[in-house]
């Protein structure tokens, strides 16, 4: 386990693997208080995002979530939210304690990302919209002679939807280099493994007959993943990239990972200790105060 | 766990339970969605189960397949997707040829509120009612969401019965009403009428226990069917009082508020009416259905409001002003 | 070959020309769909015109990406294919963020009629209705196709046009329709109103004239825009003669009867109302317009029938029934 | 040229040439007397339809259009449906005098295929949705220990459509082999060559990574078309298959060929005695005469 504690997250200076940390147990608080949530979809993809968001791969200004230089993240399985809320916080996009009214009536956080919210460009949480806007936001940055990425998140479980194989041939056909999908390919969907339903939709052969480059990965491993991304904004060749990235749903509590039982279940009574335990961070008290910092990182960030 | 009597999810699946026992034709897809009531049915029917898979609109396809040969083919899934994604499949898969694909689809209303617009089942009675043949089943209970599935299974054409989260005690005794009428009286009155459905029919309840204690008698009326109506009741009902108010968790437009307002405006006497509904909106940001009941006046005091001032207009200021406070106050004492 | 200047999709392709002219950032996505005006403007902007492939859901994803980076999109396909096929795209995408997307659709009404319920654009306007700030522009000539598809990009959100295939002889002059009013009087009349849209408009303007050969004075409006609905104009278009008849080519459900139904069932005073539609069927089999017409009743005659007929109610019986007959003869002399 | 006339049509004894060569000539001769008609994409597929139905390939009675026991045919590409209705027609499903009147009010032919017609089982027109309810069907049948084939004949532009990939992982994922997809593949679609709209949609690697059994060939040879065939019924590895027939549009009338220009166009003046020519069957009064003759094959076909 990682050493961390909430002082390094009030100090804005820590360890991507400290910040994931910091995520998936920020994840659970808020989760824990709102009553609701989807934990394990959320946990699976911490590591991507934080590559992306604190790892210097995307291009984003907190403080001026519409920067338009900004690259793009379409989180397209906006049920993995949780992980997307707690990142944009500690970036900076709104404050920490925002998340703390998770689902709230008097909070801005529902249980679907939508771009009410600082730093989210659309609405998700239907299944298979994501990677057909971003090929849309894609074409119009290569028109606009942009070098900016659109980076789309899709659960492998999504890659079911036909939608998804229309967009993939479109990003082909177009030559949508920018153009960066990630599968969070945890292998489940959300009552069953993914190769139990429809075991052809998210293999490598299905994105390179779509005419996408594929690089698989651990997808729970920062340097796979930066080093994987390092040349994003440099490929040029006029093919759309795909990461299908290895993940395990409910990464970070034992015994909520790799089971369909989890998708959407919160844990309860003590089960909630042994996730807090396995989590670190100390004691709720002791860990929500990290909800009430002001956010420890730089108004700026550009890669 | 075993199921809860309360909850119209669980009344559904038992009612496809005793379909299933009955009928070995019978089958069940799902979109990847999961309910203690699929697992039920999974254990005992491993091969009339099939998860087709996040694939909403070959599911429905499929389904017509199933049907036509032969099969009654039950769906499950959130009803925004379960509309919504495969809308093209339904009109034309389905109905084209009346076939028995029987949605079960949760959601319904505002009862994944805080989920966003993307689970929100407040959009979807316009497009519904406009599949032709589409049997459209909207219980406000769990004794009315089993005595729909089962109809629906036995009218034998396109169904689709919408289904709420919340498990509220049951307002329907099946012993008087009549799951064939579509509709039924939950509670006798002469002053005005408040139409209902689905969630809202908890409301409208309430809201005459309020107007009662002031002295005006409202009846309610559960519209539990959307679709096929008869005509010839629902007619009835918008004759015997000077009022009308109807009352749904459901856009303005193609729900029920425009289902009555079809029939009224061409009516020779028609009743004063007003139609209480949420807003022609897509609604961002965190809403709750409480919230929504008071922002919309779809809350039981809001009924009650519309009923007065509608009772004003047409006893041209019979109603003093004072029973309008008078409900606010019990409403809070209540 | 060049535009025809009676033929709305060529009226629409002139405008979206204008804007493309304008506004080097609008562009045009068909699924794989041609048109004289298609082929023109690919000619002078190839840059500016995908075609996104057979690939609606998609299509409408896309569209809603380049609007979100500041692009005015056109889109250009079948009505019945562009709505119902990426219905859940056209709500999430493009009307959750209000983008300036623009669905120009061909095939309103029966115009593919022999081509079957595929393509029929019958059952649309529920599902289009029911979406949050859509425009729907259904224009019965093509002076306001043209009118239409510059003021929907002007206004700057979603919407959509629907076009009919026929060409016929303008109905309206622009120096006296205000497009942004979204409906028209085209002709004068006392007696009663004879609400129309799209290719209906045409048949209410031939039914107008009959009815005034048998001195009875019938205003005609055409509502070439479903949505929004300036409430104040159309309440007005309502109140003012003491029968009101609607006719479409649409279905009964979800279209202008439910519209105009929505708003008179709210009135204090309404008037005698009949809507004439299309019934809540799938035509299956060869469907032309003019069997349609007789059938359902939407042709000329039809309408001059239900206008006489609700006269005869609201003046008990003042009118004598050999009107209706000379309405037929003089229908069959014409 | 294959020589035949309409009498040997007449007779009901004729070559697998000459049906095909009846039916081009048949199609158009529909869709000029109802002014309307997609020529190019019905005579596309007019050999792999009288291979399937005069080939032995699709069990069938012509009298009994609902017998229980029949192969489903399902014209996913509806607006091929001129070759369809005259092979039906041809078949015995109902007279050949139906023919003339193709979209007449008079006449029970839309512009797309509907299951008021005799042998057609499903609505279609509006492209992507034959093989998900193929699927279904063959789903049912295999449920039901029928050998038969469920055979769904798909253009190639329409397989950009997400059903089609939807359908094709379901199909795969259930061992439906049974199922058998022929791919219309002329490599147009109706305003564009596929490969410039979307390149990727059609390919053999794309059905591959379905899970597909694939099989490439000639879609206008009779020998390619029934020596692919002759197995489909004794397939039972619990793979579908799909047939990527390479096909010309507008095969049959050499300045129709190959064009969009001729998605949906009508010969016209010269244009058309021309396109009669080169169908052959003679002169319109003698090739009509056909249209009046009662059915030539005996009722019941099963192979
Ligand atoms: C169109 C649509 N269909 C169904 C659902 C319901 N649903 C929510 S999450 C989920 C499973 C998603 O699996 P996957 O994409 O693999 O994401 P994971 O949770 O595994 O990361 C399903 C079926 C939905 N949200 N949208
Ligand atoms: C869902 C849908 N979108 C668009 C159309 C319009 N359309 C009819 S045929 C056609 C081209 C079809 O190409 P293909 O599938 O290759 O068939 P072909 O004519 O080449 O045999 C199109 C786009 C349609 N009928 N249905
Ligand atoms: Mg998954
Ligand atoms: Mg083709």
Chains 1, 4 share one sequence.
């Not at chain 1, 659309?122 to 090929?135: K, M, N």
């Not at chain 2, 966003?116 to 009675?125: A, K, Q, R, W």
């Not at chain 2, 204690?213 to 015997?240: H, N, Y």
Request: hydrophobic fraction near 45%; aromatic fraction near 6%.
């Amino acid at each position: 386990m990682i050493a961390w504690s909430p002082a390094t997250v009030a100090s804005g200076r820590r360890s991507l693997d400290a910040t994931a940390a910091w995520v998936r147990r920020a994840a659970l608080e808020m989760a824990l208080a709102g009553g609701k949530g989807h934990l394990a979809p959320a946990w699976s993809w911490v590591e991507i995002g934080v590559a992306l968001y604190h790892g210097g791969v995307l291009r984003h200004r907190p403080s001026e979530p519409l920067w338009a230089g900004r690259d793009r993240f379409l989180l397209s399985k906006g049920h993995g939210c949780l992980t997307l809320y707690a990142i944009l916080a500690d970036r900076g996009f709104f404050p920490r304690n925002a998340l703390a009214r998770f689902v709230q009536p008097d909070g801005f956080l529902p249980g679907h990302p939508d771009p009410l919210i600082p730093g989210v460009e659309i609405v998700s949480g239907s299944l298979g919209h994501g990677l057909g806007v971003g090929a849309g936001l894609a074409l119009a940055a290569r028109r606009d002679r942009s070098d900016a990425l659109t980076v789309v998140l899709l659960g492998d479980g999504e890659c079911q939807e036909g939608s998804v194989a229309e967009a993939a041939c479109f990003a082909a056909q177009h030559g949508l280099d920018h153009l960066v999908a990630i599968v969070d390919r945890n292998r489940l969907g959300s009552t069953a493994r993914t190769a139990d339903v429809m075991s052809h939709a998210t293999t490598r052969a299905r994105w390179e007959s779509a005419g996408f480059e594929v690089r698989e990965l651990n997808g729970h491993s920062f340097p796979a993943l930066l080093g994987t991304l390092s040349d994003v904004r440099q490929r040029c060749f006029g093919q759309p990239l795909v990461l299908l990235a290895d993940t395990v749903k409910g990464r970070g509590v034992s015994f909520m990972e790799d089971s369909p039982l989890w998708h959407h279940r919160l844990p309860r009574d003590e089960e909630i200790e042994l996730a807090r335990a396995e989590l670190g961070g100390g004691p709720a008290a002791a860990f929500l105060t990290t909800f009430s910092d002001s956010p420890g990182v730089p108004p700026e960030v550009a890669p | 766990m075993s199921l809860d009597s309360r909850d119209p999810r669980d009344a559904a699946f038992r009612a496809i339970g005793t379909v299933f026992a009955a009928n070995a034709r019978a089958m069940l897809l799902t979109n990847d969605m999961g309910a203690l009531g699929v697992d039920e049915l999974c254990a005992r029917y491993p091969d009339r189960v099939v998860n087709a898979g996040i694939a909403e609109q070959n599911l429905i396809s499929v389904a017509a397949g199933l049907a036509l040969s032969g099969r009654t083919v039950f769906t499950w899934g959130i009803l925004s997707h379960m509309t919504a994604r495969c809308y093209e499949q339904l009109r034309l898969d389905v109905c084209t040829r009346a076939l028995p694909v029987i949605g079960i689809a949760s959601g319904a209303g505002l009862s994944y509120g805080v989920d966003g617009p993307t689970h929100h089942g407040i959009h979807d009675l316009g497009p519904l009612r406009a599949l032709p043949g589409m049997a459209i089943w909207n219980p406000c209970d769990a004794r009315i969401a089993e005595a729909a599935v089962l109809a629906a299974y036995r009218d034998g054409g396109p169904a689709i019965v919408r289904l709420d989260k919340e498990a509220p005690e049951p307002a329907h005794d099946l012993a008087h009403t009549h799951i064939d009428m579509g509709l039924a009286s939950l509670r006798a009155g002469s002053d005005a009428t408040i139409v209902a459905t689905g969630a809202s029919v908890h409301r409208a309840l309430e809201a005459a226990s309020q107007l009662a204690r002031e002295g005006i008698s409202a009846r309610v009326v559960d519209l539990f069917r959307l679709a096929p109506i008869d005509e010839g009741l629902l007619t009835g009902v918008l004759a015997e009082t000077p009022v009308v108010v109807s009352v749904e968790e459901h856009a303005r437009t193609g729900g029920l508020a425009s289902l009555l307002a079809e029939r009224i405006a061409e009516l020779a006497r028609p009743p004063r009416f007003r139609a209480l509904a949420l807003a022609d909106r897509l609604l961002l940001g965190v809403t709750t259905r409480e919230r929504a009941e008071q922002d919309y006046g779809i809350g039981a005091t809001g009924i009650a409001h519309a009923v007065l001032d509608l009772l004003t207009l047409v006893r041209r200021g019979g109603l003093r002003p004072a029973r309008r406070a008078a409900i606010d106050t019990s409403r809070r004492v209540a």
